[in-house]
């Protein structure tokens, strides 16, 4: 009688804790996306390779700004500047290097640095005059946007400015961020007929999908680096700690202060990577890029189990978050629905995500 | 027997904030293995005096001994570092984080994998569980959250920590005002442990009966002065009780005795 008691409570306190994983709210949501769009589009051709590569493409570059975001806001921060980073990063690549005539990898380079010089500058007026980050990067939403636009046109007279590819195409850098891997393996399997290729126009007798592009390379590669900071180093613990309560871990010794405004770094480092996959791929840069993403940012993030509070969230939950963004967004293309419904579809989505994510802080705190 | 001289000492220390004077000349003695509270209504310089002695606010004036060096504290980082560990009463822990990441906060177990530095969780979650169980707390998981213990065994994993940590002077800040009477006597026992080890404790409280449940010595603070200090036995529950209120000095009523 007393085991069987026992049992029950060690199943209950498991599925209590099953519950407090910021990130089964999104596991459970990216099972239903797939499901509903697997039954209602599997005929569109949605979850064939070259449908999955397009979903799969818009969900990994919502992937790379939450990666950021997630530590930041776990940090117990938010930076409103990412769209106007990335913005402005694609333009300090372009005028260096079209209109300045660097090397394109130095302009990477210089485009990450200057990047990341503000995100540092962002989080340092933020933890010296205490003011919240949601203030202070407003302002800087702001700052880039107008600096980007203003720099490309006093530069070229254009907010566009195109003709990268040219000289990108045989930098050493440049690759790693508009580049394809495995384009021998797509070539193969579409030699065996495992993969469709094109039948007409220039591209006549390739596979419709020629390698996994790097997009979605730095996708997983900042997913596993966030994840394993987080959670395994003793600087994740810093991370949960500095947005958990700030004022108990500076009386620990935990150094706050640095700890959020190296997370604005990162988000900036990301902003970048987002900006350079862009204008490689694009080979061009436009001032205009990037509007709106700090918002889907923190949305995939929310989405993700993460608290708006901070202290709390995971970024498996994040990029969870960002595949129902990306798979939602495509699929309602697939199934023909008018687009502007996504925007509802993610309203709504975002109004469930914060009530659950509130609930599950009451079960964590156990404050009523 | 044990050193007669104090761990710490404070002498006629003053404190003003602007025109404020939070403590006019207070001085007191911490000494090892012995509890000292510190009574005093809302306002008296309480907490102005354990900033003080945790390196939060540096005195105006005055001089502070610890084992019988004199000594600045510039920061908390080196009162911790001087082996003085403040738990506050709801500053100690990060209620979203678990007990595990909370202990083990800011003094993270590491170890190597590759080249990689990562935490040590085997080695802290097992040491921790062997310290909660000494102190009296039956933990189901080191990983759940803080938030899902009850206010007094967070004050316990609090005390815990410190002493683990190598304190030898535990300054605890009101640690049972937030607290019912069952888990207020858990923390009493755990103050009563923790000294027996020769930890010094001082004990912030106004409330007198908590006090003198672990007291050896009484130290009333009234409008940022010592009334005076008392051994346990000298004084009772409506002497103590009265010096806070009635705010008079401590030999006027022995002599009254």
Redesign the interface.
């Known amino acids: 009688m007393s085991i069987n008691i026992k049992n029950i409570s060690h199943i209950r ?1 498991y599925f209590k ?1 099953a519950m ?1 994983r910021p990130d089964l709210g999104a596991i459970v949501g990216v099972m239903l996306v797939f499901l509903f769009f697997f039954l209602v589009a599997h005929d569109t051709g949605m979850f064939s390779l070259e449908g999955s590569m397009n979903w799969g493409i818009v969900s990994s570059q919502f992937i790379i700004i939450a990666v950021g975001a997630c530590l930041l806001m776990i940090a117990g921060e938010f930076d409103l500047s990412v769209g106007s980073m990335i913005g402005f990063s694609g333009i300090v690549i372009a005028v260096t290097s079209i209109v300045w005539g660097w090397p394109v990898w130095l302009s990477i380079l210089t485009a990450f640095a200057v990047a990341m010089s503000i995100g540092a500058l962002i989080g340092y007026i933020t933890v010296k005059t205490n003011l919240p980050s949601f203030i202070v990067s407003l302002a800087f939403l702001y700052i880039l946007r107008g600096l980007t636009i203003f720099i490309a046109i006093a530069s070229t007279k254009k907010t566009i400015i195109g003709g990268i590819n040219e000289f990108s195409q045989n930098d050493w850098l440049a690759p790693i961020f508009g580049g394809k891997i495995f384009s021998g393996l797509f070539e193969w399997l579409a030699e065996q007929g495992w993969i469709q290729t094109f039948v007409a126009g220039t591209k006549a007798g390739q596979p419709v999908v020629s390698g996994i592009p790097a997009m979605m390379v730095w996708a997983l590669g900042l997913i596993i680096f966030g994840h394993f900071l987080l959670t ?3 600087f ?3 991370i ?2 500095s947005g ?2 700030a ?8 150094p706050v202060n640095k700890v959020k405004i190296l997370m604005f770094v990162f988000t900036a480092f990301c902003a970048t990577v987002f900006a350079t996959t862009q204008v490689i791929e694009f080979g061009s840069a436009s001032a205009d890029r990037g509007i709106l993403k700090e918002f889907e940012a923190i949305i995939s993030v929310v989405i993700g189990g993460a ?1 708006l509070t901070g ?2 969230g995971s970024v498996i939950g994040a990029a969870l978050g960002a595949i129902i963004f990306g798979v939602v967004q495509q699929g309602l293309f697939f199934i023909g629905v008018e687009s502007s419904l996504f925007r509802v579809f993610l309203g709504v989505l975002l109004l469930l995500a914060v009530i659950l994510n509130t609930h599950v ?1 009451k079960l ?4 009523k | 027997m044990m050193s007669t001289s104090p761990l710490m000492e404070l002498t006629d220390i003053y404190k003003s904030f602007g025109n404020v004077n939070a403590l006019k000349g207070v001085s007191i003695s911490i000494n090892r293995g012995e509890c000292h509270c510190l009574l005093g209504d809302n306002g008296a310089g309480k907490s102005t005096l354990i900033k003080i002695m945790s390196g939060v606010h540096q005195p105006t004036a005055g001089q502070v001994n610890i084992n019988g060096k004199p000594t600045v504290l510039q920061g908390p980082r080196e009162a911790i570092d001087s082996g003085i560990a403040t738990v506050y009463q709801d500053l100690a822990l990060i209620p979203l984080m678990s007990v595990s990441r909370n202990f083990w906060l800011g003094r993270e177990l590491t170890k190597k994998i590759g080249p990689i530095t990562v935490m040590d969780f085997e080695k802290c979650n097992s040491i921790l569980m062997s310290e909660m169980e000494k102190i009296g707390i039956q933990l189901r998981d080191p990983n759940q959250s803080i938030g899902t213990l009850s206010g007094g065994e967070r004050q316990t994993v609090a005390i815990a920590r410190a002493v683990f940590f190598g304190a030898e002077i535990l300054i605890l800040d009101e640690p049972t005002s937030a607290l019912g009477v069952y888990q207020t006597s858990n923390v009493l026992k755990t103050v009563e442990k923790v000294r027996e080890k020769g930890v010094a404790v001082v004990f912030i409280s106004h409330n007198v009966s908590h006090a003198l449940a672990v007291g050896d010595k009484f130290t009333v603070l009234s409008r940022g002065e010592t009334l005076g200090t008392a051994l346990a036995g000298e004084i009772n529950y409506e002497e103590l009780q009265f010096m806070m209120s009635g705010n008079k000095e401590l030999s006027a009523l022995k002599n009254s005795k």
Not at chain 1, 247 to 254: L, Y
């Open positions: 306190a804790n407090l395994k180093t003793r994740g613990n810093w949960y700690a958990g309560d004022q108990a871990a500076r009386h620990i010794g935990v608290l202290g709390y802080r964590i705190t156990g404050s």
